[in-house]
């Protein structure tokens, strides 16, 4: 069992009166890789600004190794930062920026040349040393950002959206860097990203975050195949969260029809909500579906097809790779292992059904 | 080349105001008062070189003076609340919408010898102080004139650093003072530099205050160019020399300053952003 490097407890923040963080707890462990997800403005940034040091909360407490460090300084904790935005020094070149920590520190140059020369090897930019970094691409600025964390060699690593202004491939390629430098160097991740599919693919440990608080913790299985709530069935991946009655254990009622399943442990005749992935769903022949419905739209994907079905008013999204028209008629055919059932929450009524994507857009149609 | 029509009034406007002035600036330099072609000018300007080194000496120390009050003033303004950031600029440029002479002649009689400053020493049972008319008055009203235009560019430079960058630098390891010396004061150059230029230029080349708060008795060559065109001893040929060697002077110093100013230069464009 890894001890404990960064604690949060009961952590909470407002400005101007209005609560960003609220009973904030976390647990990071040391060598661990953990990745904080939520929409945009759900205190990302905020929280990783508590643990570097920018900012004091107005309650909770702070722990590195279990000793607390409210009232310790940013320039003397042993955390490093990668900014949303680079926050390279304009006005030194790209050596220049990755001695800096090094420099404070008043290291010999040449150990601080070799260091310099050895993690801008790590990052691929060894020939651009004596660059001006105004002149580099993003992605070449957000690797100098990384570098320059590096070579201080901070215990906990703090990344916030690193990758967010990069292209897809080149996003792809760092990813694969960021965890290889994970387990090359044992350093303490906590990464950043309002991207579910990064948060899932590289992390040991995933935070999903909503509104200031903590939604759900878990490896990236957990949260991706038994979400505990509404929200992060419907922000892990795409889900349809239907209103359903648990009738017994193994047992659950939606749209009017009963289904087992292999879910227990709730109480009988309790209000549920019932969640199922896109892809788990089968598309077969009206007569044969468990429930059917029309095709109201078709969306090419790639590997597969996106196809929104209305059931009796409700949108429900299956995603398959078999050719589909619009106002066809179909059945969806659900298997027990295809559904999972949660406990109700705040965001139940909330989390609607695919007449729209995003929750603005939703709450916009159905004004009125 | 083509020329874009909104460009015209420009140039028509450079063309009256700068360049013909400047043609006939030369022109006149090299020119005696039998209106032929000569060097006498120069060489007669040449006598005046205590003048020209008085001048730079008491511009730099205004200058090297705006500086040091001016750049904590900037740093403090943008280190407050923006709104009270407003305020003190406000409380800044408020004196400038008076007159230029307003302002100098309240210095005078604040210095005079019977003035309000002398009369509260004798008041006090203090012996009286010889102020007026001396190169420190002189210093003084410049440093009291020019240090907004020291103030302002530095302030504007100071706002527009990025949090971020602070924060960077404080994330590995830097304390306030590493933060100030690396990264504030570095990227804050730009803002020094015009600053400097905004106010060396005026103070080596201004003859109102010298003569104000100098009483004539401390010769500079803003005075010496005026008496070329004013005075008794009208000369209108050398008064152009004497321009033309101070405005090649101040043109050397920018050049200088330039050459500096274009190390950090890509930092402005940055911090601009
Ligand atoms: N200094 C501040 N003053 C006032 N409000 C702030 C401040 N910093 C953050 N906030 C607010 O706190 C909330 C959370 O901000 P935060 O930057 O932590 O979001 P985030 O999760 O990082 O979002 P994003 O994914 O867009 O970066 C936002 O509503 C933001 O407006
Ligand atoms: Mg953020």
């Known amino acids: 069992m890894k ?35 939520g929409p945009s403005g759900c205190g990302k940034t905020t929280t990783l600004r508590i643990i570097a040091g920018f900012l004091n909360p107005d309650e909770g407490n702070i722990f590195f190794k279990d000793k607390k460090i409210n009232n310790v300084p940013a320039h003397k904790r042993e955390v490093n930062t990668i900014f949303q935005k680079y926050a390279l020094f304009p006005h030194l070149n790209v050596y220049e920026n990755v001695a800096f920590g090094m420099r404070i520190q008043k290291k010999p140059e040449s150990e601080i040349k070799a260091k ?7 990052v691929n930019l060894v020939s651009y040393i004596d660059r001006d970094v105004n002149s580099l691409s993003g992605g070449q600025q957000q690797r100098i950002a990384i570098a320059r964390a590096l070579a201080n060699n901070p215990k906990v690593l703090l990344l916030d959206e690193p990758l967010g202004a990069l292209d897809l491939k080149l996003r792809k390629d760092m990813q694969s860097e960021l965890k290889s430098i994970h387990q090359k160097t044992g350093i303490t991740f906590v990464l950043v990203t309002h ?6 693919s590289m992390s040991d440990t995933v935070v999903v975050m909503d509104k200031g608080s903590i939604q759900q913790i878990g490896s990236p299985e957990d949260i991706y195949n038994e979400p505990k709530n509404a929200f992060v069935a419907d922000f892990i991946g795409e889900s349809n969260v239907i209103s359903g009655i648990m009738i017994d254990d193994f047992k659950v009622s939606f749209c009017g029809k009963e289904f087992s399943c292999l879910d227990k442990g709730f109480e009988k005749m309790s209000i549920v909500d019932v969640v199922i992935r896109p892809e788990d769903i089968k598309v077969v022949t009206p007569e044969q579906g468990d429930i059917s419905g029309v095709i109201t739209s078709v969306v090419f994907k790639g590997v597969h097809n996106e196809i929104i079905i209305d059931v009796n008013g409700f949108k429900w999204m299956i995603q398959t790779t078999e050719m589909q028209k619009e106002n066809d008629k179909i059945g969806l055919l659900i298997y027990p292992d295809a559904i999972h059932i949660m406990k109700p929450s705040p965001y139940s009524s909330k989390i609607g059904d695919y007449s729209a994507f995003s929750d603005e857009f939703y709450n916009e149609q159905h004004k009125n | 080349m083509k020329i874009k029509l909104s460009l015209v009034p420009y140039i028509i406007w450079m063309l009256i105001f700068v360049i013909i002035p400047v043609i006939l600036i030369i022109y006149f330099s090299f020119t005696d008062i039998n209106k032929s072609l000569s060097f006498d000018n120069i060489l007669e300007a040449g006598k005046y070189s205590q003048v020209f080194l008085r001048s730079i000496i008491i511009g730099a120390i205004s200058t090297v003076l705006c500086l040091i009050i001016g ?43 019977n003035g309000l400053i002398n009369k509260l020493l004798v008041f006090l049972g203090l012996p009286r102080l010889n102020m007026i008319n001396t190169p420190g008055a002189i ?9 907004p235009y020291m103030i302002l560019p530095i302030y504007n ?11 960077a630098a404080q994330d590995l390891g830097a304390n306030k003072f590493k933060v100030f010396t690396k990264i504030i004061f570095p990227l804050s150059l730009p803002g020094i530099i015009s600053g400097i230029t905004m106010v060396f230029v005026p103070s080596v080349s201004t003859f109102v205050i010298s003569k104000m708060l100098g009483g004539g008795s401390i010769l500079v060559i803003g005075d010496l160019i005026e008496m070329q065109f004013l005075g008794n001893n009208y000369n209108p040929y050398l008064g152009s020399c004497i321009s033309l060697i101070l405005m090649i002077i101040i043109m050397i110093c920018m050049k200088i300053m330039n050459s500096l100013d274009t190390q950090s230069n890509y930092t402005e464009k940055r911090t601009k952003k």
């Open chain 2, 139 to 147: 210093i003084l009203g410049m440093v009291y004139n020019f240090l």
């Open chain 1, 3 to 37: 001890s404990s490097i960064i604690k949060l407890e009961n952590i909470k923040v407002s400005f101007n009166n209005e609560v960003i963080l609220e009973n904030l707890n976390l647990n990071i462990k040391e060598g661990e890789f953990v990745t904080l997800l």
């Open chain 1, 195 to 200: 991207d579910q599919e990064e948060a899932l």
């Open chain 2, 157 to 167: 430079i100071l706002v527009k650093i990025d949090k971020k960058i602070i924060e």
């Open chain 2, 71 to 113: 750049y904590p003033a900037a740093y403090l303004i943008s280190k407050v609340k923006l709104k009270y950031q407003n305020f003190l600029i406000m409380l800044l440029m408020i004196p400038m919408w008076t007159s230029f002479l307003l302002r100098t002649y309240a210095w005078m009689t604040l210095l005079e010898y």
């Open chain 1, 116 to 122: 310099v020369t050895e993690i801008l090897k790590m």
